[in-house]
């Protein structure tokens, strides 16, 4: 029996990666995330769905304190990274952001080369100690972002040159370059054709393995094929949270139920 | 009629065809706007066009020939014998002038009947005098044939004036008529009005250019002159400026550049880092509450005439580097020196820095800055790494701003600097003394031209050259910079 507790208790403690409790958020008096408790678990495909508006880059954005950036911006509540309070005074907004990594929903590569691109935060975190490894980490970020073979022969040419869907891919090879602890990806696919998708979401799955990946996503199918958990935002709230099989087959909520098949959008 | 009034009949006329052009525009279509190709007004405006363009194009270069063609019969009229000693037929030309406005402000004042004007002779009537009653004061007496050109000359621009207003009036009236015309459901006036606001839009931009075309070509004129009587051998390449106006002056412009560039070079020295530095702290660090007072109180240091700060060189700033560096240290015991003008060019220079940098910076997208922080990058990485390389070219198009601003400074240089050139012959030491008193080239072109001068002589001649070499010069370092920017953008964008 006691036996028993002790292993349950080990597998919640070490599975918890994020734990988010009475998150509010708001725009100056706009109140966009309303009373929020998740908890996002470690070495799973957590997605965020829910109608334009509802609240889930905000969200996304309190994980790593993007919302910082925003002057107007105001975030109460906890959330917790591995049991550690993130908005803590203590705790440094730029650590914080080296371990939880982002693509941003618009496609955002610096005004550099290719390369400088991918290079940039290995750089800024001295991940690479020569030349040499660091063309390893960006060539391995690239493969992994599914654009390597796009790009292999122009990596000296500017990254901000490339189209739509292939910056968003640079962006994500841009963020798991770091080799982030956590991956928060806002629509990484938005812009892609059927097959950069399935690649992403090969490399999301296999980001699965070692991180935990946050992915907000306006397709149910996506949804339903990358990730093991599921929440539903409505309006700022947190609708319906749990796995994602069984808010797909089973929601408890009725707006879940109608969001999902189509009747509120 | 005065031409004034010319105008406003064609405004009016202009204003009337709008309306006109509209109504007939929408009875063509039996009042429904939708049947006609563009909207009701784009047909009032084409014949409101129509009206004015032709009318005031005709008017404007109406005005323009008739003086010179007027002029031009008048002065057959001056024998060579009415030309007084060491005058030229120019000089008459202008008493002509002056006569002709004399007669016509007397008439004007009721001191002179229109007959009278048109009749008076030198022999019966003292002319000088009667104009001098009226306000317009003559050098000399009048001379018979200066007077009758004078009255040949009112008699035409009275002519000239009733032509001029005939035809102005006709041609606004045949560009109404034949514009209503044409104006039918099917007539495409949006795009004929388009035509015509291209055509006005490209007129004032060569306006602009012809404008530069016309300040070179004027100031090539006058060097070509200059150059036929120095060797550009000795200006280009001579190493000393002493000009002497009894002639034999050593016009040599390299003393003058030297000086310019130094000044202007301790003055950027002084400008780009503290300008570039208030900008970042600016955008990307400061409260919207320190944004809104310190902002417009850099910017007030734009506004501040540069004689004023060449006061405060004189007084305050020389006198200090003096004391405090020049004299202790050994180096001179001039308050007149490169640094005080360059470090007080470079103060003047810091709000042109800044407040441009400033803009560039807060243009970068936010998006940009989010992407480096989310990579786990500081504040401080973020503007070094994305910002600053992002705004690069807009920087590097204040910082030449603000070069060919301290190139072209002269106020500040003369109370700072001094008006002494600098002397290549006693070494180099004084050449890179920062406490040597040195001047510039626009300083000299000032004195060359101040004064007595003889527009013949290479001593004046002398500034168009010094002019144009400048100008060369920053012509030159826009070019450049404009290489540069294309070359980052090519690598960045
Ligand atoms: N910077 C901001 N300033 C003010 N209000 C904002 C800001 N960003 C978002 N909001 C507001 O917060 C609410 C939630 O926005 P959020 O971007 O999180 O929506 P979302 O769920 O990501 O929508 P989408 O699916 O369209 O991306 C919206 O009502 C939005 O207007
Ligand atoms: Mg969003």
Redesign the pocket.
Known sequence: MNDMRLTERAVDSKDVKIAARKVQ?F??E?H??KDVDVDIDDKTVTAFI????????????CINRMNDT?D??RVEGDIHLDGEDIYNPKVDPVQLRAKVGMVF?KPNPFPKSIYDNVAYGPKIHGLAKNKAELDEIVERALRRGAIWDEVKDRLQEPGTGLSGGQQQRLCIARAVATEPEVLLM??PCSALDPIATAQVEELIDELKQNYSVVI?T?SMQQAARVSQKTAF?HL?YLVEYGETGQIFTNPKDSRTESYITGRIG | MPTLWLVLIILALAAVGYVVGRQRALASSGGNAKLLHSLPSYYGANVSFAVIIPAIGLLILWLLVQPAWIQNRVADMIPEGAIPEGATLGLVMSDVERVATGLNLAVEQGAMSEEDASSIRTEFTDVRQRLGEVGVALGSNVDAPVLRAAQRYREMSATGNTWMTVAVLAAALFGFVSSLAVTKAGFRARNTVERVILIMLMVAASIAVLTTLGIVLSMLFETRNFFQQYPWTSFFFGLEWAPDFRGNSNLSIIPLLWGTLYISFIALLVAVPIGLFAAIYMSEYAGPRVRSVAKPLIEILAGIPTIVYGLFALITVGPLLRDYFAMPMGLGESASSVATAGVVMGIMLIPFVSSLSDDIINAVPQAMRDGSFGLGATHSETIRQVVVPAALPGIVGAILLAASRAIGETMIVVLGAGAAAAQFDRGLGELVNPFEAMTTVTVKIVSQLTGDTDFAAPETLVAFALGLTLFVITLGLNVLALYIVRKYREQYE
Do not use: M, N, W
Not at chain 1, 50 to 61: E, I, Q, V
């Open positions: 958020v725009y100056g706009t966009a995330i829910g109608p334009s508006g509802c609240g889930k880059s905000t969200f996304l954005r925003i107007v911006a929903q806002d629509e907000v306006h935002f700022g």
